[in-house]
């Protein structure tokens, strides 16, 4: 096991290589989707004045610990933060800007509802400074949106898709697949529809039943039916690959596809394990401070949170250390999601030799390659991801 100056010799550049964003939680909903296991809550009434000083506050706190970074990507993501306000969303991001110096080519994303009333909101945003909107469509018709207990209609999507290419530069909108009663005939089709309107991103993902959410307790129940057997979940995965690519949007990610060039920074940053600081409730952050690799996780209710930071205490849980065997772990979880992979430099020194041997035997089944200095994961190997990774940590 490498000693830990040799863990602190990686760590101190992650920033430098890999970025550094801020994310932004916005923890309200104007529903509970019964798939969603992201930290979002529904409130009949929000101060949102009270929540922008908030933020506002906990920028400048965190804008002092990272004084001297250059700030390559923005994210508001939720819940849904295209319920925010124009002016809250402006003031962040004039914080922001006092705070850290923003590359000249800064990302700066909101994730938004099509719905009638949030896209009323898209041009305040687009005067804020947000120059990407990421869509939640997920389904292009009116039953399977109901099913997944989405508020808008498939025209109020095309609406405020159309809306939204009039306003940003840049648009991703994301599917759920594999969902109830769904034939591959039907996914091919809904997906060449997406195709057809898809500017330069699209998130692709298959549906999956977690636990404590509604989708979750029917299925425990024996009433979530309809759902696609793993052969036909295998066979609508192949598909995606399949027809993003020859229609250019290759998979550059496990669930993200894009033309060349209009990946997302932000998320490329997560898994290149660059540093990103999160603010707002359940919001997690990864620092590399003075050799060090710190997470950061601040309290999940929005009341504690709101009123942690309020009254100057910190909004966080003790910040942790990670140790080379996490920081290994999650270097590894991250980068290996990505076509390109990781840089074997990242990692290498903080292996041992176990770790090294289970690398060897994977890429001896066919699982993963070594390439121009990067590790990847194989055709083969790509869709085994989990599987890959506990051979490689031996979990």
């Keep these: 096991m490498p000693s830990a100056n040799s863990s602190r010799v990686v760590l101190t550049e992650n920033w430098q290589e890999s970025g550094f964003g801020l994310y932004i939680h916005w923890p309200f909903c104007a529903a509970k989707c019964p798939y969603c296991d992201f930290n979002s809550h529904v409130s009949a009434r929000i101060d949102q004045d009270r929540w922008k000083q908030a933020y506002i506050r906990e920028i400048a706190r965190l804008g002092e610990i990272t004084e001297g970074r250059i700030l390559s990507t923005v994210f508001f993501g939720g819940g849904t933060p295209s319920l925010m306000n124009g002016d809250v969303v402006k003031a962040i991001l004039d914080e922001?800007?006092?705070n850290w110096r923003l590359s000249n080519?800064?990302?700066i994303t909101l994730?938004?509802?099509p719905t009638s009333v949030d896209a009323g909101r898209f041009a305040a945003y687009r005067e804020a400074g947000v120059n990407r909107?990421?869509?939640g469509i997920q389904a292009l018709n009116n039953e399977d949106l109901r099913l997944l207990g989405r508020l808008h209609s498939v025209e109020e999507a095309r609406a405020a898709?159309?809306?939204?290419?009039?306003i940003f530069p840049r648009i991703s909108f994301d599917l759920i697949y594999a969902r109830q009663n769904q034939t591959l005939a039907d996914w091919k089709t809904e997906l060449l529809t997406a195709l057809d309107q898809a500017v330069d991103h699209l998130s692709l993902y298959q549906l999956t039943v977690?636990?404590?959410?509604?989708?979750?307790?029917?299925?425990?129940?024996g009433k979530l039916r309809g759902l696609p057997d793993e052969d036909l979940a295998t066979e609508m995965y192949e598909a995606t690959q399949e027809i993003t690519e020859a229609a250019g949007f290759p998979a550059y990610e496990v669930s993200n596809h894009a033309r060349d060039g209009e990946e997302s920074s932000h998320n490329l940053i997560y898994w290149r394990y660059g540093d990103y600081v999160g603010i707002g409730p359940g919001a997690h952050g990864r620092l590399s401070?003075?050799?060090d690799r710190l997470a950061t996780e601040a309290y999940r209710a929005?009341?504690?949170?709101?009123?942690?930071?309020?009254?100057?205490?910190?909004?966080?849980?003790?910040?942790q250390k990670l140790s080379t065997e996490d920081v290994l772990s999650e270097t590894l979880l991250m980068g290996l999601r990505l076509r390109e992979g990781l840089p074997v430099h990242r990692f290498v020194s903080l292996a041992d030799d176990r770790i090294h041997q289970n690398i060897a035997e994977t890429k001896e089944l066919g699982m993963l390659t070594e390439e121009n200095g990067n590790l990847a994961l194989t055709e083969k190997g790509r869709p085994l991801l989990n599987a890959v990774l506990r051979k490689i940590l031996d979990t």
């Design 96 to 98: 922001v800007r006092r």
């Design 105 to 107: 080519n800064a990302e």
């Design 111 to 113: 994730e938004a509802n």
């Design 133 to 135: 909107l990421s869509i």
């Design 161 to 166: 898709f159309q809306t939204a290419r009039d």
């Design 210 to 221: 977690e636990e404590g959410t509604a989708f979750g307790d029917r299925y425990d129940a």
């Design 289 to 291: 401070l003075d050799g």
């Design 302 to 319: 929005p009341g504690k949170w709101l009123a942690a930071v309020e009254s100057g205490s910190t909004s966080e849980h003790p910040i």
